[in-house]
């Protein structure tokens, strides 16, 4: 294929479909947002970002550190991060290094975000002093916060002391430990102990596995664990087979999953378009695919999506179809004081006539 007509094809998806194809798949570092920020100089936006995020704070106190704002950096740290018994663990673990206190800081602000790479720096510290166990007891002590309990975990498993994790996902907290544990599990990669997890028969567990094997490249095996699901009648992990599927290019388990689900029973908590997104989504993936009846089909049967549908008529040279689709949505629009929405398809319908 000439390379002009690929890239314009991919601008042509692109234009048309504006979001992601599988988001809930998607991985993008969570500090992101606020190196971008850094970069732009916006120090006022991180700093407002400070009060309702963990990055913007720990990348706000590394700025600090760097350019000897040190006052601030003193009461990023101070705030209260829910680690009080972590400022004796880390008096030991950094005792006679120069600028001990901003190496502590930064750590602790750090742990607060529950950065993967500030935690591993912290093991190592404490590794190299022999001090992981003594701190595991420390942590331990009645009254731990969430961060606390998490943190000991990671610090359990840095010693191989795997029991002990499977044994605090019995504890009966505020916050469902048996989940947390299966996070955990996760940030380490160890599949054969949310394997286990997953043998409970929760199946927050088996979503949790299931990304954990997509993540690591065993594709069939998350696909294998969340159908068992569906198949057992569990509605909540209908989503995210259809993610599964359409992440993996399998456009035809796909549809033919969208078909059961128009007639499964729809849980009470999940949105009421799902199944209608979950129909975009492989709409999408089919007109990735080349496939562009086969995806007016599906938004046809499934979803609700007028501006694409329309797009795609019209590509095929069904303008009059596409025209009454816009027209359609145009008027139900209207009904619902759908103002953005009725001058969107508005403009797009005048390109069409135009």
Known sequence: ?????????????????????????????P??????????????????????????????????????????????????????????????????????????????IGLYAQDPDVRDELVEQLRSRDLLGR?????????????????????????????????????DRAAPADQMVARIFAEHDMLDELRRLAEQDISLHARQLALTLERLGHVDEAVAVVRARVDAGEAHVFRLLIDLLVADGRADEAVALLAVG??????????EDSLRLAGQKVAHLLDVQGRQEDAIDVLRAYADAPAELADLLAER????????????????????????AVEHLSEQRSGLVG
Not at 3 to 29: C, F, H, I, Y
Not at 141 to 157: I, S
Not at 262 to 271: G, I, K, N, S, T
């Open 31 to 108: 500090g992101l947002y606020p190196q971008r920020l850094l970069d732009e100089g916006r120090l006022d936006v991180l700093r407002a970002e400070v009060r309702h995020e963990p990055y913007a704070r720990l990348y706000l106190a590394r700025y600090c550190a760097e350019h000897g704002l040190l006052d601030e950096l003193r009461e990023l740290a101070d705030a209260g991060l829910g680690l009080p018994r972590l400022d004796a663990v880390l008096a030991g673990a950094l005792a006679g290094q120069e600028d001990a206190w901003i190496t502590a800081a930064l750590l602790k």
């Open 317 to 340: 040279g069904r303008v009059d179809e596409a025209l009454q689709v816009l027209d359609d949505a145009i008027a139900v629009a209207r009904e619902n004081f759908h103002g953005g």
């Open 262 to 271: 128009a007639v499964r029973a729809v849980p009470a908590d999940e949105p």
């Open 1 to 29: 294929m000439d390379e002009d007509v690929r890239n314009a094809g991919a601008v042509l998806l692109e234009r048309r479909w504006r979001l992601p194809l599988v988001s809930v798949l998607d991985r993008q570092p």
């Open 135 to 171: 701190t595991v007891t420390v942590l331990a002590a009645p009254g731990d916060t969430w961060r606390e309990w998490a943190l000991r975990a990671h610090l359990l498993l840095a010693q191989g002391r795997i029991e002990e994790v499977h044994a605090m996902a019995l504890e």
